[in-house]
């Protein structure tokens, strides 16, 4: 970064008296813009069109396939629309705070890009707190949403918004005592240092280092979608209850940022999963060439970050909508104890194996795989009763 | 410690159900989805396999339409407005109005019921979509056109003679034949060989025929709940084999086919000294897949069969195997 600021300087390409923490705020602004208009909004726009061709598909269904090649640039259509249509503001809503709302809502989803490692070196800001920073800054949600929910004056509003506050502070907690086994392992909270404590193999992931972590990332997982709202913990726009929740009032561009928010969400919510428990970028040493090591790490983070988006989107399409004492049960009582448990159990395996076990991975991996195998045998079992030929074909 | 239990037992509750939930919705993920994508992504128009008598939008053989006003008088809600006039030269009947309003038609049918030639019948055409109810009024007379007078002997006129054929063809599907009471129903098995795509295999009780694609016999097997299976008629011989080529062959529906559909069928047969099939009808089965059935063992079901008439029960299993297209299927655990 500096060497950056200070090359950018010496080229005179912003005459000789530049401040150098201008152009670094200037290179900052650009290289946000970029991961932001670039990355963030298109990904959450193409993730809603994905994820509607993944329902249809789950449910004998076509999805949107007209608007582009395979409907691809359906999310365009939708986002043009929203942002055509006029921004209602009711007359008896807290005008500022509604406003602001959406603002805050985004604000929370485009933070935790500034610590997103995508490979070894691209990383906008390697914090030593990233991980922290990433919790941290994610549940700024619950502000935007309880204002949200408050400003509109509206009774579904107001309990939609309540809901989100109550869902999003209870499972911060699990959530946040999941990310310590991996802390207790690694003894730092940099995102690119718990990344570089795994190996590219799944052994040496901390998913299968021993078998609390095993449990941790799962139970992250879950909080972690119960925090971005997502079905099955769905609670503060259940529409078949509250209209659409918080964001009742709302239209046009504004309701576009709740929503462009919650399906952003999903790519932190598998780069957390992916960066803790499954190695991050972590590629095989194959070149000295640093650009094709980047670009190959690039790719690895990606595709397991879009895997752990897809399994999200599978679990929307199979689980129904929990109910609010379930949700808070399974939270207190379930999540939250066994998460101690968890972060106990590891604190004693890191006291008795300091550098970790190389024979566990491999048992936890044999039983991982034992797992997926029991899985595919129920899928085709599945598959055989119904008769039905196997069709793979994405395109329809 | 049954409080621990049952904590115990809500864990693994969860856990197995959420991973069995999980596997189902992945084979779902893995099959055809049943959309059929109308109307502009078929490959046939939906109009096309929708069945002879279907009630859509009326339509009017000028042709032959005889002015007799039947029409106009059976309809309940008068939406057919019919002038006729006397041609005072000649003293024919002139057809000067003919209009059908579609927007208030209910289709129930009464109109074409009454109609001498079939001249007014049903298309299967639905699509009524239109941006005015002005322009839904359908005028079938643009100038006055003389009334069709039926002939004494068969219509000879080479225009107006298909026209008729087409029109009585349409009403005689209403007159019911005389139904046969069933005998104690025999189960019959039948095993043929059809074309691809149709596959049909005929199930009696608990035996199954299996099909052998590529031979061309046509076997009839009766076999009655006491005694044993006797084969009464096996033919296998040159004639045979031509007969059953120039039969009508039934081919898979193709909207079935579009929409991934296949099962069994039902069909009740009457069965007739002569081994043709006197009377055919569906007691159950997917609707789409009946009249392909009933093609099917039409074609097939001429025999020299010396027995009394008699009722039989044949089940019809259509299954899907297009020519051409490997299909991976897996076929049930029994």
Known sequence: METLVQNLIA???????????????LVVFIMSAVVFLGVAFPFAGIVSWAERRVWARIQSRVGPNRVGPQGFLQWLADGVKHVCKEDIIPDESDAPLFKMAPYLVMLAFTLPWAVMPFSSSLILADLNVGILYMTSVTALTVVGVLMAGWASNDKWSLIGGIRSAAQIVSYEIPAGLSIFPVVLMTGTLSMQGIIRAQGWAPQHWFLFANPFTFVAANILYISALAEGNRTPFDLPEAESELVAGFATEYSGMRYLFFFMAEWGNLFIIGAIIATLFLGGWQFPHVTNNVIAMNILQAITFNVKVLFLVFVSMWIRATLPRVRIDQLMTLCWKYFVPISFVNMIGTAVWVAIWPDGTTIMGYIMLAAAIGLGAVFTQRVIYYLRRSRMEVYFNPTI | MSAVSEYIGNIKDAVTSIFEGMAVTASHFMRKPYTVQYPDRMPVRVQDTLPFRYRGILEVDLEICTGCLACERACPI??????????????????????IDIAKCMYCGLCSEPCPT??????????????????????????????????????????IAPILFRGLNYLSEYQVSGEPKPIDAPAVAITRTVLPPLDVEVVAGDKHSKIHPGSNTTKLEITNDESSAATLAVASNAAERERITDAPQASYPLLAQHMNVQGSVVLQAIIGADGIIQDLHVL??????????????????????????????????????PAGRKVRHFRRDR
């Open chain 1, 11 to 25: 080229s005179g390409a912003f005459g000789k008296n530049a401040s150098p923490h201008m152009v670094a705020a």
């Open chain 2, 78 to 99: 008068d939406c057919i407005v019919i002038v006729v006039d006397k041609d005072p030269q000649t003293r024919q009947m002139l057809l000067s109005q003919f209009d």
């Open chain 2, 118 to 159: 079939g001249s007014i019948h049903h298309t299967t055409e639905f699509e009524g979509a239109d941006y005015s109810l002005e322009s839904l009024i359908r005028r079938f007379v643009k100038d006055p056109v003389m009334a069709y007078k039926p002939k004494k002997g068969p219509e000879t006129d080479p225009q």
């Open chain 2, 284 to 321: 159950s089965g997917p609707a789409i897949l009946s009249s392909a059935a009933q093609q099917a063992v039409r074609a097939v079901a001429q025999f020299d069969v010396e027995i009394p008439p008699r009722s039989a029960t044949l089940h019809i299993h259509i299954s899907h195997a």
